[in-house]
């Protein structure tokens, strides 16, 4: 008789929680699985839901790279450039500032400069704000602006902060990705968009050392192309720096 009471008290729970605050928030726990495609590009899965970030084609930095063709629920883009914001894979594509909802999801988009120029050579790019299997994440894989007053109070503390940290001329070097950590103060992060070994032709950005020098006395757990995160992470900050 106890586990279909406590299961009748979650269904209850759940039931209340919609009519009050518009759907229930259990359904968002329990964690999600992340798997890296190179570059700028995630896939994360969780809470019901699919969410590819910046898929792209392997041209520049991203040459030789294995284009994400899968089917997801939702596409992220931090812009339309070929190497963060191709149209190879299947599912909703967001790459406009805005507020959204998509099947229970609520991703808020907002503006950066794409460049050290005020967004004059490469335009703006779109940080992301959502929450999905119980945790807060903040994508910041094609930015290169210094954050704003309002940029931090729209981000808050993200559980998980995914950044780019490669420099060049249109992400952030080192230095300045290890800036913005500093000032959101995430408990997760992930870097974003640097380079494996020798650079392609072209290309202008470098390795991950910088940024990791850069957060010297951090904790780094390094992982392979694939790894869970759990909902229940403490607020110590920790590099989940993956392979």
Same mark, same amino acid.
């Given at each position: 008789?106890?586990? @279909?009471?406590?299961?009748?008290?979650?269904y209850?729970?759940?039931?209340i929680?919609?009519?009050v605050? !518009?759907g @229930?928030?259990?359904?968002s726990a #329990?964690?999600?699985?992340?798997?890296n495609?190179?570059h700028?590009?995630?896939?994360?899965?969780?809470?019901?839901?699919?969410i590819?970030l910046? @898929?792209?084609k392997?041209?520049?930095?991203?040459?030789?790279l294995k284009?994400?063709?899968?089917?997801?629920?939702v596409?992220?883009?931090s812009?339309?450039l070929?190497?963060?914001?191709?149209?190879?894979?299947?599912?909703?594509?967001l790459?406009?500032?805005?507020?959204y909802?998509?099947?229970g999801?609520?991703l808020?988009?907002?503006?950066?400069?794409h460049?050290?120029?005020?967004?004059?050579?490469f !335009?703006?790019?779109?940080?992301?704000q959502w929450?999905?299997g119980?945790?807060n994440? *903040?994508?910041?894989?094609? *930015?290169?602006a210094?954050?704003?007053?309002?940029d931090?109070i729209?981000? #808050?503390?993200?559980?998980?902060?995914?950044?780019?940290?490669?420099?060049?001329?249109?992400?952030?070097?080192?230095?300045?990705?290890?800036k913005?950590v500093?000032?959101?103060?995430?408990k997760?992060?992930?870097p974003?968009q640097?380079?494996?070994?020798? *650079?392609?032709k072209g290309?202008?950005?470098?390795?991950v050392k @910088?940024?990791?020098?850069?957060?010297?006395g951090?904790?780094?757990?390094?992982?392979?192309?694939?790894?869970?995160?759990?909902?229940k992470i403490?607020?110590?900050?920790?590099?989940?720096f993956?392979?």
């Amino acid at each position: 008789m106890l586990a @279909p009471f406590k299961n009748l008290r979650i269904y209850l729970l759940n039931l209340i929680l919609g009519v009050v605050f !518009g759907g @229930p928030i259990l359904a968002s726990a #329990g964690g999600v699985d992340i798997t890296n495609f190179g570059h700028s590009a995630l896939l994360i899965k969780g809470g019901g839901h699919t969410i590819l970030l910046n @898929p792209f084609k392997a041209v520049g930095c991203a040459s030789g790279l294995k284009e994400p063709q899968v089917n997801v629920d939702v596409i992220l883009a931090s812009s339309e450039l070929a190497d963060e914001g191709a149209r190879v894979a299947k599912g909703i594509f967001l790459v406009q500032p805005g507020s959204y909802r998509v099947n229970g999801l609520k991703l808020e988009g907002f503006s950066g400069a794409h460049d050290r120029l005020g967004g004059r050579r490469f !335009g703006q790019a779109t940080l992301w704000q959502w929450r999905q299997g119980g945790l807060n994440f *903040a994508h910041l894989g094609g *930015a290169v602006a210094p954050l704003s007053s309002e940029d931090k109070i729209l981000l #808050g503390r993200p559980d998980v902060l995914i950044i780019a940290v490669g420099g060049g001329d249109k992400v952030y070097n080192g230095a300045e990705a290890a800036k913005v950590v500093k000032d959101l103060n995430p408990k997760r992060v992930i870097p974003v968009q640097f380079v494996k070994g020798i *650079a392609p032709k072209g290309c202008d950005q470098t390795g991950v050392k @910088p940024f990791l020098d850069a957060m010297d006395g951090i904790e780094v757990q390094a992982t392979g192309s694939n790894f869970s995160l759990s909902n229940k992470i403490n607020g110590q900050i920790v590099i989940n720096f993956m392979k």
